[in-house]
């Protein structure tokens, strides 16, 4: 597996992206391409070539479920991991979501100085 670098994130709350985008390239260092919808990112996706996709659950129009079955239709994002950002962390939905092939899912609220070695925990499992 190669190094962690470039990650897509997909946040349809713009306080909750900013917070976010500063932890993953501020704090991290991570190249991040940030996404306010569903829709945004399976139009930048391809495009930016994430290592990993990191996704909100709860969004309007296209939900987190719904935009990770999209991308991993897209052939050349069909290998890339997904890490559900969720306050829906009862053990089912954990259960549920990682039924649909999600790699790991981060509790929200997160703590902005950890995000960055969460997300590349994750990413190591």
Not at 25 to 46: D, I, M, N, P, Y
Not at 87 to 99: N, T
């Amino acid at each position: 597996m190669s190094e962690l670098q470039r990650i897509l994130y997909i946040e349809d709350e713009a306080d909750i992206r900013t917070v976010a985008l500063l932890a993953l390239e501020v704090v991290g260092g991570f190249t991040v391409k940030a996404c306010a919808s569903g829709q945004e990112a399976l139009a930048e996706a391809e495009a930016f070539a994430p290592d990993l996709i990191l996704s909100d659950v709860m969004m309007p129009e296209m939900d987190g479920p719904t935009t990770f079955k999209a991308l991993k239709a897209l052939p050349s994002l069909s290998h890339v991991p997904v890490i559900f950002m969720t306050a829906k962390v009862q053990a089912d939905e954990i259960d549920y979501f990682k039924s649909l092939g999600v790699s790991d899912v981060i509790a929200k609220p997160f703590d902005p100085m950890t995000l960055a070695d969460q997300v590349r925990n994750s990413w190591a499992k």
